[in-house]
């Protein structure tokens, strides 16, 4: 398994942005597709975005089209997730998470390492 730790994540006011980082540590294998769920109270985590080992793929839900951005620089072996716009419905626990196969093709259940989580707050 990968070590995950998030950070960025805090208050901002609707159509503000934030950025927020997750540092990978450990097995690096599994952590060559990375991504980002959120789950809000009373709902299913679901996922955001998700980026393949090289970059050259990458993965968006259709709430975070246009408005987020996800990368990642496998030199510092972190990945980001830059959100722009951002809604209050936006609000939630944002959450990094990695395994070897790529992280659309899994069931949320299935992936394989998971970061502590980000609380990501949007005021109207």
């Known amino acids: 398994q990968v070590q995950l730790v998030e950070s960025g994540g805090g208050l901002v006011q609707a159509g503000g942005s934030m950025r927020l980082s997750c540092a990978a540590s450990g097995n690096i294998f599994s952590s060559r597709f990375m991504g980002w769920f959120r789950q809000a109270p009373g709902k299913e985590r679901e996922s955001v975005a998700a980026?393949?080992?090289?970059?050259?793929?990458?993965y968006y839900a259709d709430s975070a089209k246009g408005r987020f951005t996800i990368s990642r620089d496998n030199a510092k072996s972190t990945v980001y997730l830059q959100m722009n716009s951002l809604k209050p419905e936006d609000t939630a626990v944002y959450y990094c998470a990695a395994d070897p196969r790529p992280l659309a093709t899994l069931r949320t259940s299935d992936v394989g390492s998971w970061g502590q989580g980000t609380q990501v707050t949007v005021s109207s």
């Open positions: 980026i393949s080992w090289s970059g050259g793929t990458a």
